[in-house]
């Protein structure tokens, strides 16, 4: 089975192909049939290699296809790599991207452009693939920029709309920021260890010291690239920008699957992260900031996906707070979490939106519990998920992220639980007006509302029973589990695990969930007597917001100071360069040469006046001249 | 000995510059186009005499072919200049250089 | 034989074309041009992959200066002799519906420029390199002056006078070089070697100046680079894509083949400063492009912004640096000749290139919105496109040389999106307007060539071994000379 990994991204890529070459030609049914069909068969196969791999000890696999670059002694072949990471994301990346497969079906149905929003959703599945299975890093690059392709395209998928464009521009360019410290990262590796090949990058770095500034230059410059791709401070802002495109893209990309790239990028870099204290450090730090100041903004939108975006910010920031605290299992194991639990919220805030007619306010709704039973139910289950609720996915993962966070250092423990508390406040706000109280909006709109067909509500329940279970594959001892997860992914971090001491005792450990249940019970009851009990409602547009309020409902106008401190001084720079030094300086220099030129001609010429009489004089003396120097 | 070598080198070298001499003054000096062609052709003319004698001196007929050359060149350099001299003193009435000032700048 | 076949059969032909009547002029130079292209694909396939130069001939031309038609091909001459041969059928068949009043001649000026072209790239004599160099200025002059657009006399002028020149500068450099060659005086290219590496370092800075001078003016690099957006941007189309996708090759063939193994202490002089204005222009070229309001010339200062890499990469003198150079030098010719393409489809549409006065073409042909985003996906670079490929390589050598400098140099890869998508969204996204709403769907021509072109962006995006291969050698070989004469 392993053997033919190759087919994984070649079912999608062949998918992509046949829908976008001949895909106008054909009916909805069949363009579903073939899109859906790929993936499912990627799905099965990689079902298959999960189940070989666990079955063999050989844990580490690689597959050469053909040598891609190659130029003196640097040589990139086009291989894979299986092993248990490589493997889980395969399922966590084909799994949902089927089901969300399966949803668009559903949800793209009146669409005109349903032909093309299937080929680019394919392209996206492929590079993913790509990205996950590349076994060096410059195939993982080549499926990290793809998708940042496909996610140009599918956020731009409507391209009459200026504002969607601006977004899709805005996500590409502000990831290719993070792809340049990526690509320079990946020329380090290459100068320092002279191959790009994780096998053989890994084999040497374990011969470095730890600090060694060269493995800290290395690490920090693909956290830019993970800054990028994975939406962290300061290159955030595309991300809330990006649901602008279809809310299937928002679950598969912007939630699932693409901005964990950066995730996964450093999980597998691991060995030199660990080396490298200092980047960890920086790790932690970007991420549990970028968790708090997203989530903090999500305490005040009303847009039901801006929410669910600065969610997904806050939740990736979580991520790399256990990525910098070594707990590299309980950041995968929250990016498996968060993609069946984020995924659910966003088909589910699709199921809504297309039950509104395409309305996307939460001022507007409320009372949809009647209207939408199954969408309801399932968002309720996904909230409880993403909260942490005792027994559902996000309580493990969570847990198990916060337990190394205490481990580490307290002051990132206490930003994560204060995250956790705004997620769940924020995350209940969302539900509550969303599905509880009456419904707010127009008469049209009440008439129109209706449950999803079954290609939507299907995947939602299959989702949402992955996001109450999904959790168990990683029990801690404490609770009298044994950590499947941990187990599986050991070969893939076992180089790393020197630093991955668990020093906390049951007590302690015990003590932590405690406190991070209690923290989220405060908070969903300040949640339900604030939303529910008193039915406060979020202020109009019209009314004047006090000024914390403001500021975080203008999202701290980080948007426009980007705008005023580089794009603005970009245009005006590249103006005066191209009218004040280009053609007033350099070109008027090139031109002065020549002018100058002329004008002593113009003087020079007056020399030859007509006189015969004077041009013979001047040719005799010269003549003697000549034989003068010549002769003396 | 030949009818040349009964004169002294020497002199045929003082006559020769005594004629260039002449030759470049009047071509400097004279503003008729016709005394300074004639100027040119005694200059020639004293470069012929004193390849002659030297040729005759050292044996060496080189010398003499040289001369024939000068004579070709002299000859065709006449039919040439006289023609457009012609033409120049048709169209203007003179043959003063001087007014040939238009060809400038 | 073959190399000599390859410089004088569109000579021929373009002599056949002075003797046959208009209308079947295009056709017998697009079959000409075929053919030729056939050529270059048959020495391909005779090509032993190794360092030598092979398809050698020399015929004794002036004896008495040392001067001989001294003409070969190794891997380097090879891929770009491919190019021009790959190049010139495209440009041929982009203006058949370009109604080009006295086409006969104008066809066979492009042949008689594909002549110089390749004879430049076969040259084994600094003499005879040099007469192509000035060769193939003459064509394209007249290309430019005859057929171009607007105040078109005053800027082809300006080019011509400056490309001359710089050309000058060379000619001393060479004759310099051929003062001081061992024994009887030559101007092999081999000699002229020796001669430049037996020099003290000083005279060798003196010759690299004048030389560089020469190539730095025809790529062109910042701050040379002023005569080439205003003749890229009036000369016919089919002039822009000879002297953007061919011409400007010239240059950075020269850097590697008459520069680098001639006078490797003057590289190491002057090399700083020469790879520190590539790169300010690669940054520059870039910045000034997001401000272009006109099309054809934002694609003319990305194009200084690419050659400033291939540049940076060469002057750094390793393998990755130099084999990132021949590999962007294909990917940059078809890219550019791409863009200039779609420059001149949308403007014999809507008689326009302003980019903020267009819109919405991908409604009403999204045709041709897939085949502009390939090729723009080739020009920014992104991965399993032939763009990626060389830019890879180029940063990679860059780096090897100076990790600040390649940093910088990589702003291009944000600054490319930034002036390409901007423009791409302008004039292809959102509504259509009254400029655009009847826009044409394409022809079978322009079918044919965006696809060819697009064809090779992605599959030597996605394999380029084989062109990797041949130069690979070749490259090395080069590579080392320069590295043992520098003693490292």
């Known amino acids: 089975m392993i053997k033919l990994v190759y087919l994984i991204p070649l079912l999608p890529l062949i998918g992509f192909v046949i829908i976008g070459l001949f895909g106008k030609t054909f009916s909805k049914g069949l363009i579903g049939i073939i899109g859906c069909g790929s993936i499912l068969g990627a799905f099965a196969?990689?079902?298959?290699?999960?189940?070989?791999?666990?079955?063999?000890?050989?844990?580490?696999?690689?597959?050469?296809?053909?040598?891609?670059?190659?130029?003196?002694?640097?040589?990139?072949?086009?291989?894979?790599?299986?092993?248990?990471?490589?493997?889980?994301?395969?399922?966590?990346?084909?799994?949902?991207?089927?089901?969300?497969?399966?949803?668009?079906?559903?949800?793209?149905?009146?669409?005109?452009?349903?032909?093309?929003?299937f080929a680019y959703l394919n392209l996206f599945i492929f590079f993913m693939l790509l990205l996950v299975l590349g076994s060096n890093y410059l195939i993982m690059f080549v499926g990290w920029e793809g998708v940042g392709l496909c996610s140009y395209l599918l956020i731009g998928f409507w391209f009459k709309n200026t504002a969607y464009n601006n977004a899709a521009k805005k996500a590409f360019i502000m990831n290719r920021i993070g792809d340049l410290g990526f690509l320079l990262g990946i020329i380090l590796i290459y100068v320092t260890f002279g191959s790009i090949s994780y096998h053989d990058v890994f084999m040497q770095a374990k011969n470095f010291s730890t600090g060694n500034p060269v493995l800290t230059a290395i690490t920090l410059l693909l956290f830019v690239g993970a800054m990028g791709k994975s939406a962290q401070l300061p290159l955030y802002t595309w991300l809330p920008d990006a649901m602008a495109g279809p809310t299937p893209v928002s679950a598969l990309i912007h939630a699932a699957t693409m901005v964990t790239a950066g995730i996964y990028m450093i999980a597998r870099s691991n060995i030199l992260y660990t080396l490298a204290p200092f980047s960890m450090e920086v790790v932690a730090v970007v991420g549990v900031c970028t968790a708090l100041f997203a989530a903090t903004i999500g305490l005040a939108q009303n847009d039901i996906k801006k929410v669910l975006a600065y969610s997904t910010v806050s939740q990736l920031g979580y991520m790399f707070l256990a990525l910098g605290v070594g707990a590299y299992t309980g950041a995968v194991f929250h990016v498996m979490t968060h993609a069946f639990f984020k995924a659910l919220l966003f088909l589910g805030a699709g199921s809504v939106i297309h039950a509104m007619g395409g309305e996307q306010d939460i001022r507007s709704m409320g009372g949809l519990k009647k209207y939408l039973p199954i969408t309801h139910l399932t968002f309720l289950l996904g909230t409880l998920a993403i909260v942490g609720f005792p027994g559902f996915s996000g309580f493990f993962s969570k847990d198990e992220i916060l337990a190394h966070a205490y481990e580490h250092n307290k002051v990132l423990w206490f930003l994560g639980i204060l995250t956790a508390a705004m997620t769940t406040f924020y995350m209940f706000r969302l539900y509550f007006l969303t599905f509880k109280g009456d419904f707010r909006g127009t008469h049209d709109q009440e008439h129109h509302l209706h449950e999803s067909p079954k290609s939507m509500t299907i995947p939602l329940i299959v989702l949402a029973i992955l996001s109450v279970i999904g959790g168990f594959i990683g029990i801690p001892k404490v609770l009298g589990g044994t950590h499947f997860l941990d187990h599986f992914l050991k070969p893939v971090f076992e180089d790393s695990s020197f630093r991955m001491v668990h020093h906390l005792s049951e007590g302690t450990e015990l003590m932590l969930m405690a406190v991070a249940i209690s923290v989220m019970g405060i908070s969903l009851y300040y949640a339900f007597t604030t939303y529910v009990k008193n039915k406060t409602l979020p202020a109009p547009e019209s009314e004047e917001l006090k000024p914390i309020h403001k500021l975080v409902y203008k999202k701290y106008w980080i948007d426009e100071i980007y705008s005023t401190v580089i794009t603005k001084p970009l245009n005006f720079i590249s103006e005066g360069l191209y009218k004040v030094i280009d053609n007033e300086l350099i070109d008027a220099i090139v031109n002065g040469i020549g002018s100058l030129i002329k004008w002593k001609s113009s003087k020079i010429r007056l020399i030859q006046n007509g006189n015969i009489g004077f041009y013979i004089f001047v040719m005799v003396i010269s003549i003697v001249l000549i034989l003068f120097t010549r002769l003396i | 000995m030949s009818a040349i070598e009964v004169v002294p080198l020497n002199w045929y070298l003082m006559l020769s510059t005594i004629l260039f001499t002449i030759g470049v003054l009047g071509v400097l000096f004279r503003r008729n186009a016709i005394i300074i062609f004639m100027s040119i052709e005694l200059m020639l003319n004293a470069v012929n005499l004193l390849l002659v004698a030297f040729s005759s001196y050292l044996s060496d007929s080189k010398g003499q072919v040289f001369v024939f050359f000068i004579m070709a060149v002299a000859a065709a350099e006449v039919a040439v200049g006289l023609a457009i001299l012609m033409m120049v003193y048709r169209n203007t009435k003179s043959s003063d250089i001087n007014v040939l000032n238009k060809l400038k700048w | 034989m073959i190399t000599i076949l390859l410089i004088f059969f569109p000579l021929l032909a373009a002599l056949l074309l002075l003797l046959v009547n208009a209308e079947r002029a295009k056709n017998i130079a697009l079959f000409a041009a075929i053919i030729e292209f056939g050529i270059s694909i048959f020495a391909v396939t005779q090509f032993q992959h190794n360092a030598d130069v092979q398809f050698e001939a020399s015929i004794p031309w002036i004896q008495s200066l040392g001067i001989a038609f001294h003409v070969g091909m190794d891997g380097i001459s090879l891929?770009?002799?491919?190019?021009?041969?790959?190049?010139?059928?495209?440009?041929?068949?982009?203006?058949?519906?370009?109604?080009?009043?006295?086409?006969?001649?104008?066809?066979?000026?492009?042949?008689?420029?594909?002549?110089?072209?390749?004879?430049?790239?076969?040259?084994?004599?600094?003499?005879?390199?040099?007469?192509?160099?000035?060769?193939?200025?003459?064509?394209?002059?007249?290309?430019?002056?005859?057929?171009?657009?607007?105040?078109?006399?005053?800027?082809?002028?300006?080019?011509?006078?400056?490309?001359?020149?710089?050309?000058?500068?060379?000619?001393?450099?060479?004759?310099?070089?051929?003062?001081?060659?061992?024994?009887?005086?030559?101007?092999?290219?081999?000699a002229l070697y020796k001669a430049g590496q037996s020099l003290s370092a000083t005279q060798q800075g003196y010759v690299f100046v004048a030389i560089f001078m020469a190539f730095a003016i025809k790529m062109p690099i910042f701050p040379f680079h002023t005569w080439q957006p205003d003749t890229y941007t009036t000369a016919p189309t089919s002039g822009t894509m000879m002297l953007s996708g061919i011409m400007l090759k010239m240059g950075t063939y020269g850097l590697i083949r008459w520069l680098l193994p001639v006078v490797p202490l003057g590289l190491q002089q002057w090399g700083h400063l020469a790879i520190l204005l590539s790169v300010i222009g690669i940054v520059y070229a870039s910045c000034i492009a997001i401000v272009q309001k006109d099309f054809k010339r934002l694609i003319a200062y990305s194009s200084i912004a690419h050659v400033g890499l291939i540049s940076a990469g060469i002057l750094a003198a390793n393998v990755q640096g130099v084999q990132g150079a021949m590999i962007q030098m294909l990917s940059h010719g078809v890219n550019v000749v791409g863009l200039f393409f779609i420059v001149d489809i949308i403007q014999q549409r809507t008689q326009t290139r302003e980019i903020s006065s267009l819109g919405g073409i991908r409604n009403v042909n999204p045709q041709f919105a897939v085949l502009f985003l390939i090729i723009l996906l080739g020009s920014v670079a992104l991965p399993l496109t032939n763009g990626f490929v060389g830019e890879f390589l180029l940063l990679n050598g860059v780096y090897q040389y100076s990790a600040a400098m390649a940093a910088f140099a990589g702003l291009s890869v944000i600054l490319g999106a930034v002036y390409m998508l901007r423009s791409y969204q302008s004039i292809m996204l959102g509504e259509i307007n009254t400029i655009t709403a009847a826009f044409a769907p394409l022809s079978g021509n322009e079918k044919i060539v965006l696809v060819i072109l697009c064809a090779a962006i992605i599959a030597f995006g996605v394999y380029p071994k084989p062109l990797l291969d041949i130069a690979e050698p070749s490259v090395i070989k080069l590579v080392e000379g320069v590295q043992t004469a520098l003693g490292k």
């Not at chain 3, 370009?98 to 040259?123: C, E, H, R, T, W």
């Not at chain 3, 060769?135 to 002028?157: D, H, K, Q, S, V």
Request: with cysteine; charged share 10%; glycine share 8%.
């Open chain 1, 45 to 117: 196969l990689s079902l298959g290699i999960f189940f070989e791999l666990i079955g063999q000890t050989e844990k580490s696999i690689t597959i050469d296809l053909f040598s891609w670059i190659t130029a003196g002694k640097l040589s990139i072949p086009f291989s894979f790599l299986i092993d248990p990471l490589s493997s889980l994301f395969l399922l966590i990346i084909t799994g949902v991207g089927f089901l969300i497969h399966l949803y668009s079906t559903g949800y793209m149905s009146h669409d005109e452009g349903f032909y093309r929003f």
């Open chain 3, 79 to 190: 891929l770009l002799v491919l190019l021009t041969t790959f190049l010139v059928p495209i440009i041929i068949l982009t203006s058949f519906k370009n109604d080009y009043k006295n086409p006969a001649a104008f066809y066979a000026l492009i042949l008689s420029m594909q002549m110089a072209l390749v004879g430049v790239f076969v040259s084994l004599d600094g003499f005879l390199f040099y007469v192509f160099w000035e060769l193939a200025l003459i064509p394209i002059y007249f290309i430019c002056l005859l057929w171009g657009g607007e105040n078109r006399a005053m800027i082809t002028f300006k080019f011509f006078i400056y490309t001359l020149a710089g050309s000058l500068l060379m000619l001393m450099g060479l004759i310099f070089l051929y003062q001081h060659t061992e024994g009887i005086h030559s101007f092999n290219m081999e």
